[in-house]
Each structure stands twice: as C-alpha cells, then as structure tokens.
C-alpha cells in the first residue's frame, strides 16, 4: 500500500497556552526562540522562531480555527536538540532556580536520528520540555 503523502519535515506546531506573556518570555529566555507577531485573517497571531521551524502559541479560550480536537495547556512533551552542551545547561537551569527533572541531572535517551544525552524541564504551562544534544557515537 502506498502513502497519500511522504512527510520530510516538521513545519510548525502549535502550543496553547494560558499566558502569552510569560510563554515569550520563557521561551526566548531559556531556548534562545525569537517572538514574532503576524496577522492571519485580520487577526494577530503570535510565534516563536528557531532554526527553520515555529511554535505558533493560541491563548487557551482563544484558539484559532481550525484547531486540534482536545486543546488543552501543558499537555505538550517537547523534545529540542540544542547547540549548548546540556551539562553546561544543567548548570545554568540550576543557577536560574529551574526545577531539573528525572532527578536534576543529564539522562541518556534516544531520539529520532539516535541516541541523547538529555535534561527535562516543564515551561509556564506545565508542558514537558527536553533539552538535548545528540550523544558520541
């Protein structure tokens, strides 16, 4: 059986979120994404760039339409390779007052491309965020 279409990349996603202020500010300040503000349909929108990918942000309550079936904040669980070494992150999380999961230190798991070395943190929403670096092969 062949496919109705061949996925190749991850454009964007779509994070809901309960306040667009504090999701910015958490955003840029802890993974370096860049706000950007646009309007679609005569409305503005709000996104957070990094790499060639976007995280477009709905406040809960005010989702755009079309929209996923069950919208809820902090049901997210998001996986970012970073350029930093993440026991360098660990530390600086750790400086900043960030709750580090999985017992506050850097995990082996494996990705889509192979294995990580990872730390875990939850953003303003209680969205599951892992901050990882590809390991040695």
């Known amino acids: 059986m062949s496919s109705i279409a061949t996925a190749v990349s991850l454009d964007h996603l779509v994070l809901t979120v309960n306040d667009l202020d504090a999701s910015i500010k958490f955003y840029e300040k802890f993974l370096g994404m860049k706000h950007t503000a646009f309007a679609s349909g005569g409305v503005e929108r709000h996104a957070l760039l990094f790499g060639q990918q ?26 970012f390779l970073v350029q930093d070494q993440v026991d360098d992150i660990l530390e600086r999380l750790k400086a900043n007052g960030i709750q580090v999961l999985e017992g506050g230190k850097v995990v082996d798991r494996t990705g889509a491309r192979g294995k990580l070395r990872s730390v875990y943190i939850r953003d303003p929403d209680s969205n599951l965020i892992e901050l990882s670096n590809m390991a040695d092969p």
Do not use: M, Y
Request: aromatic share 4%; hydrophobic share 30%.
């Open 54 to 79: 976007k995280i477009n942000l709905h406040v809960s309550g005010k989702e755009f339409e079309p929209k996923a079936g069950n919208v809820q904040a902090g049901s997210g669980d998001l996986c």
